[in-house]
């Protein structure tokens, strides 16, 4: 295994080698590697249809790959169900929120914490949510629906945390917010990402992600493009007429 702690690099949580999927005729990803380390976040960055939600998919085993192969810690985790992904601690935000609308603020919560490893802590993990996310405490008997879009991203982040991930996916979370709430999500991300958790974050949005990133990747139709220190991809001419319009 190719943890490598104590020797100043953090270790391999979770690698993709090689990696392909398949939608019939459609080749989605077309042998992506890369590695994500512990603490970190590492945003996977391209326009729309280049394979970012698919490479999530892959690694939640909602998708199956049709070549190469994911690590979890060193241990192959492709072609396992994805009930059991999720108890590896590897937990998806899914793009669209996937929030239930009928249910209150507080039962959807409480679904997230199914796959918890400590469900009698529920009520501890509720009151850590509710502290980084103090409008979800304000409206917690509301019903989801009544939510504004921001609010229900802020859920479906607070739902996966619920589960106690180590490895936090996030597809597109600030997809259809307004600035100002896009910026209190990425913020909150890196705080998520302070706290201890290593984050995979899937954006269109380059800009904004490179800055809050550790390391990052483009994709492009389905194939790596470029990947670095996100500081190095911010600054790259490459990147920067691209991706941030310039
Ligand atoms: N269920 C599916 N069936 C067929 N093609 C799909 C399916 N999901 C995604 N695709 C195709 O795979 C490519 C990558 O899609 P996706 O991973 O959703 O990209 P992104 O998230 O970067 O927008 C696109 O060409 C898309 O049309
Ligand atoms: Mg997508």
């Not at 190719?2 to 993709?16: D, F, H, K």
């Not at 590492?42 to 690694?59: E, F, H, Q, S, Y």
């Not at 290593?198 to 550790?214: G, Y």
Request: proline share 4%; charged share 20%; hydrophobic share 40%.
């Amino acid at each position: 295994m190719s943890s490598v702690m104590g020797s100043g690099q953090a270790e391999v949580l979770l690698s993709l080698k090689e990696v392909s999927v398949h939608y019939g005729a459609i080749h989605a990803l077309k042998n992506v590697s890369f590695d994500v380390h512990r603490g970190e976040i590492v945003t996977l960055i391209g326009a729309n249809g280049a394979g970012k939600t698919t490479t999530l998919r892959a690694i939640s085993g909602l998708t199956r790959i049709s070549g190469g192969s994911i690590l979890h810690a060193g241990e192959p985790i492709s072609g396992l169900p994805a009930h059991r992904i999720v108890r590896r601690r590897i937990c998806q935000a899914p793009e669209g929120r996937g929030i239930f609308l009928n249910l209150s603020v507080e039962e959807n919560l409480d679904l997230g914490a199914w796959s918890s490893p400590a469900p009698e802590d529920l009520d501890q993990d509720l009151a850590e949510v509710y502290e980084l996310f103090p409008r979800l405490k304000e409206r917690r008997k509301q019903s989801a629906g009544t939510l504004s879009g921001g609010e229900q991203q802020m859920l479906a982040i607070g739902r996966a945390l619920m589960s106690r991930p180590e490895l936090l996916l996030l597809d597109e979370p600030s997809l259809g917010l307004a600035p100002q709430i896009i910026e209190r999500i990425f913020e909150i991300i890196q705080k998520i990402n302070r706290d201890g958790k290593t984050v995979l974050l899937v954006e269109q949005n380059a800009l904004q992600a490179l800055q809050i990133a550790h390391q990052g990747i483009v994709l492009e139709t389905g194939g790596i493009k470029l990947s670095g220190r996100a500081a190095e991809l911010l600054a790259s001419d490459e990147v920067r007429k691209a991706y941030l319009g310039e």
